[in-house]
């Protein structure tokens, strides 16, 4: 559970310096999808950026912090099974 609420928070925070950088010109929503839960998390980024706003579609961008994060998450623990043992 401390695992996913710290992933989550990641997200949105990297979700907003993108925000930042691109000056407004990208949905910080998306930053949430990174959570290694596919595709719920994708799905469930997509449900609050339509609820925000109907014409949003980030579908395919959260679909894509999605698949990196279950490759983040292979990555990280296979160094923490080798740090391990």
């Known amino acids: 559970m401390l695992a996913l609420l710290l992933s989550g928070i990641g997200g949105i925070v990297g979700g907003y310096?993108?925000?930042?950088?691109?000056?407004?010109?990208?949905?910080?929503?998306?930053?949430?999808?990174?959570?290694?839960?596919?595709?719920?998390?994708?799905?469930v980024a997509q449900k609050a950026a339509s609820k925000a706003d109907p014409s949003a579609f980030i579908l395919d961008y959260a679909l894509g912090?999605?698949?990196?994060?279950?490759?983040t998450t292979a990555i990280l623990t296979g160094i923490y099974i080798t740090l391990l043992s």
């Not at 950088?21 to 719920?40: D, M």
């Open 65 to 71: 912090v999605n698949i990196c994060g279950v490759i």
């Open 17 to 43: 310096i993108v925000y930042l950088f691109k000056r407004g010109n990208f949905n910080p929503t998306v930053g949430i999808a990174g959570v290694s839960c596919v595709p719920s998390t994708a799905k």
